[in-house]
């Protein structure tokens, strides 16, 4: 699996707590000349994957933002018989799957337009193609801290999906629970959502990032 992901991110990696990074291209390599190398952020990410799919008991994916698209960069399937389609590597429009609706969501303004303003490609037909609606449900995602993803990416699948931060608090990757109609309904976001919410916090903390103190 390792060797799959170093082919299909190129090895590159994003901060973990407390190294000194320099950035490219959306991610970073650390540069303190004592470490002994970076550290994949996949690597990071995996140990809080896996237990949100044995926890949830249905596939969950990271996506990791990558230019226009997100990617695919660890997949943990769910235990049920009905597969997701996908695999590491494959990209996600920012428009269409959840992970990557939550990245866009919480992506700078600048980002959001440039993203909008080129032309959105339907991936089924329940695929949001319209820049205002688009706009209102990016509010939404802001607003309640998440993304539902029903069948715009596949047809039969649906998600929920949570972005996560780095230490200057940009969202670098989506973390998206995905399941058959049957299984992930808007109506069981009670028991998914908080479960997603954990793990992407708990990942953004391994990369610095410190969610906003409420007084």
């Known amino acids: 699996m390792e060797a799959t992901i170093r082919g299909a991110i190129r090895s590159e990696s994003l901060p973990v707590k407390g190294e000194r990074v320099a950035w490219t291209m959306g991610w970073a390599i650390k540069i303190n000349p004592a470490a002994r190398g970076p550290i994949p952020f996949i690597r990071v990410a995996i140990p809080y994957v896996d237990h949100l799919r044995t926890t949830l008991e249905e596939t969950v994916v990271l996506e990791v933002a990558s230019g226009r698209s997100s990617i695919i960069g660890y997949m943990a399937e769910g235990p049920g018989p009905i597969r997701i389609k996908g695999t590491i590597?494959?990209?996600?429009?920012?428009?269409?799957?959840?992970?990557?609706?939550?990245?866009?969501?919480?992506?700078?303004a600048e980002f959001r337009d440039n993203v909008l303003r080129r032309?959105?490609?339907?991936?089924?037909?329940h695929t949001m193609t319209d820049r205002g609606k688009l706009e209102k449900e990016i509010k939404g995602i802001r607003r309640r801290g998440f993304s539902f993803d029903n069948e715009e990416r596949n047809i039969g699948i649906r998600a929920f999906g949570c972005a996560v931060f780095n230490h200057e608090g940009k969202p670098v990757a989506g973390l998206a629970?995905?399941?058959?109609?049957?299984?992930?309904?808007?109506?069981?976001?009670?028991m998914a959502v908080p479960l997603l919410k954990e793990g992407a916090a708990k990942i953004s903390a391994q990369l610095g990032h410190r969610a906003p103190t409420i007084r």
């Open 119 to 125: 032309e959105l490609i339907r991936c089924t037909p």
């Open 89 to 108: 590597g494959d990209r996600h429009w920012y428009h269409a799957a959840a992970g990557a609706k939550a990245i866009l969501a919480f992506s700078s």
């Open 177 to 190: 629970g995905a399941g058959p109609l049957s299984r992930i309904t808007w109506d069981r976001r009670s």
